[in-house]
């Protein structure tokens, strides 16, 4: 089979799950084309069966600003055409599905399937900015068939999309062979001291995650017991995280790791991993986070309660609630048989649930369907 993928090649949920995807598929044997702006962050190495098509776009005087949609769908049709693709799977509907859309337009004479998978921000905020509602609808009614990370993310894309395309809820994945428990302990070292609990957060650092909580809940457990925290990514709120950091008197126990490409070492080394976000379709990083052996202790919103197990690999507490995230956290380490029953509870409910083998089966099955139902409309 033969499938184009586009998405956002910069760091991020939809980019990984989405990279992760095409290089499984490739070593299916599919041809995988991925139709991009930039080189996926997480693509790596040369990976046989797949192939990158960057996009360049015009400069001219004229131009206000570069036209970028027009011309990823331009190219999104030029790979069809070339290499008569079977399907082509967008991440993320805005631009991706209405330049999948413009792409099927421009090569009538090619049987392409488009399926769209919704990742999040771009069906609970973006979709909700009439400026782009139409666009967006467009592509998520159009597609051949829709996918969405979790069941959360499906009830509200119905919600907002009544028309849409045929829906299927496929979740994300973890590969075991890169994100399972791993002592560590000369890189532990360099974060925390045999009798410190070393914390985790990793994330784009955007108001939705609000890695603010994430400093106020540390904050909390710093008081009861000696831990540290690792603060990995960075975004539009690291320099306010810094600055509470710093008013805390709290920078001698918090680490700043910045933009990381490796993140399972990480993820291996802590004794716990936080995401207090505001919302959250899904919540890759607590899965992989599980799947390392690291209980969570998170918000109940969005997609998370189908990911970690309250009160079996995490913890879940209401949006904004710093202290009954604290408390939690400070249950499980205070209490490390607790913790360590939790940990394994949450590597084995990662590698079942969510193996990366079982999510690709579903993938190709959806797209096996659609190429043997007759012509697209
Ligand atoms: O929608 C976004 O905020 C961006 C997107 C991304 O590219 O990281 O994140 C979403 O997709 C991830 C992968 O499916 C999910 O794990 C995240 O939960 C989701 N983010 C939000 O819903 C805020």
Redesign the pocket.
């Known amino acids: 089979m033969r499938i184009g993928i586009s998405c ?1 090649p910069t760091i ?6 989405a990279t992760e995807l095409g290089k499984a598929l490739a070593r299916r044997g599919c041809e995988v084309h991925f139709i991009v702006t930039d080189v996926p962050f997480r693509l790596g190495e040369f990976h046989r069966n797949v192939f990158v098509h960057a996009l360049d776009i015009i400069s001219y005087p004229v131009l206000r600003t570069p036209p970028a949609d027009l011309a990823l769908a331009a190219l999104m049709a030029r790979v069809v055409r070339e290499h008569r693709l079977d399907v082509l799977h967008v991440h ?1 509907a805005l631009p991706f599905a209405a330049c999948a859309f413009l792409a099927k337009q421009l090569v009538p004479e090619h049987p392409v399937r488009v399926v769209t998978t919704v ?4 069906v ?2 973006l979709s909700q900015d009439r400026t782009l509602y139409d666009v967006i609808r467009l592509g998520v009614e159009r597609s051949d068939a829709l996918t969405a ?1 979790s069941y959360s993310l499906a009830e509200q894309t119905s919600a907002w999309f009544p028309a849409h395309a045929p829906l299927h809820v496929i979740h ?1 994945f973890v590969d075991p062979a890169v994100f399972h428990p791993q002592p560590q302990p000369a890189l532990r070292q360099l974060f925390a001291g045999p009798e410190e609990a070393l914390c985790l957060h990793v994330s ?1 650092f ?1 108001r ?1 995650k609000r890695v603010m909580d994430v400093v106020e809940v540390f904050a909390l457990i710093r008081r009861a017991r000696p831990a540290k925290l690792l603060l990995v990514g960075e975004g539009p709120d690291l320099p306010d995280v810094r600055a509470r950091v710093q008013a805390l008197d709290l920078e001698r126990d918090v680490v700043f790791a910045g933009r990381q490409d490796q993140v399972a070492p990480l993820y291996q080394v802590s004794d716990l991993f936080l995401l207090p ?1 505001e ?7 607590a899965l992989e986070a599980m799947a390392c052996g690291v209980p969570v202790v998170a918000s109940r919103t ?2 998370i309660p189908e990911v970690v197990a309250d009160g079996i690999t995490g913890f879940l507490a209401p949006v904004g609630d710093v202290a009954a995230m604290a408390a939690a956290a400070l249950q499980l380490l205070n209490q490390p048989s607790q913790r360590s029953a939790f940990a394994q509870a949450a590597c084995e409910r990662a590698h079942r649930l969510f193996h990366i083998d079982s999510k690709v089966r579903e993938y190709l099955r959806l797209y096996e369907q659609l190429c043997t139902r007759g012509e697209p409309g």
Do not use: K
């Open positions: 956002y991020g949920g939809s980019g990984a799950v993320y990742h999040g921000t771009d609970t905020v990370v994300n784009n955007r939705v976000s919302h959250e379709s899904f919540g890759l990083v969005g997609g």
